[in-house]
């Protein structure tokens, strides 16, 4: 992964954010800086936002710290492993930062589970986002966001009035660079292992104008609160990877033969196009290491009988990690599991010979890796970028006791949030890794 993003293109924003970094800590050393009683509870935001309260309640956004996968993550896989190796050691905190950030800003390191009901179960919530004055450095990543709490809020818009708190009008809240404080991450080794702002930054839609808050953020007429004014108000859905809505049919997928007829035993080429003309960074993106996007396609013949076609490789350098294999990986978790002679788990958990749309992670040791903060290399990055089409070949061998007559061919693009064999080992509930159609096309 490559990424041309220079110093020089966030010198207009640093100067207009003045005030960002006096005097408040950031990063890593605005660990325990906090109170949690420096902040607002959601519930009494809700008081007056009670429509904004209730899409951001249902969002992931309040299941960043919650979430079962993130939990089993972070207390089964980053906590033992940050405490066994000084390179890594920062991640028992450093996850917090954006996952539960204002138990980040308290120094409550390791918070208190989910089921314990602490306050970290308020994981990204309304009084840290509009707190955040601005962010420190060239590039935002790794919850550089300087955060003031107190009476003033941030916001949006200018000229509001509350009868609870003094608001401001903060150009930062309605740019990119706000998500890129937390939606890009660097791993203790130095790479790029959440770049989702990144790749929005070097894309066609940062070009024209548009926002990340544009498609995650869409505006509707309404209230902002119960006492306002109607207008255009920012919908906190935050919907993404997690919402059928947002991931059906993000991807296009076509297909067409090269020949109509052919023979008994001859072969059929079929091409498969797949354009992402909706989302404004490559597809899958952010936990790239725990995703799986591939494509699954069959031949069926007029008696119903089924074949899955492998794909035809391409050639290019470290295409064997795109294309699903009977191989082991992951074995770097053993070290969080006490299993120092842990052998690994399925790679992939799909069909062998399927199209995988990824980039690959890898370990100090040169594994392939689920664990961000353990990655120190990566492989080649065979995502599908914004606007871009990706063409697969499949060329089939038509087997001699298929039936006569009309075969259909179908193209299947599935996407799991965690990849199966992963899941099984860590007991995550199997929604997480559960297929997910993105679209289908058939000839």
Known sequence: MRFRITAAAWVGLALALPTAAAGVAVSDAAHGTRSYDDYEKPATCSTCHDDIFQQWKQAMMSQAY?????????????????????????????????????????????????????????????????????????????????????????????GLVSPHHDTVENAFLRTGDFCGTCHNEMSPYGIWVKSTHLEWKEGPYFAQGVQCQDCHMPKAEGVSARMGQPGLVAQHLFHGAHDPGKLNGSIEVRMNPLEREVETDGTVVIKVQLFNGKCGHKVPTGSVEDRLLWLDVTATDSAGRTWRLPVDPKGFAGEEYTIAADVLAYQDMGIAKNLPDFAGVQRDGIPVGSRIFRMPYFDPQGRMTMQQWNTASLGVDYRIGPRETKVETYSWEVPVDAAPGRIEFRATLNYQLLVGPVAEFLKVPAEESALRVVNTAAT
């Open 66 to 158: 919650t979430h079962h996968w993130d939990e089993i993550e972070y207390f089964e896989l980053a906590v033992p492993h940050a405490e066994k190796d000084a390179k890594v050691a920062g991640v028992k905190a450093g996850c917090n930062g954006c996952h539960a950030p204002t138990a980040f800003l308290a120094g409550d390191t390791p918070p208190p589970r989910p089921e314990e009901n602490s306050r970290a179960n308020e994981s990204v919530h309304c009084d840290h986002c509009h707190t955040v004055t601005g962010f420190v450095g060239d590039v935002p990543h790794n919850f550089n966001w300087v955060s003031e709490p107190g009476r003033l809020k941030q916001g949006p818009k200018p």
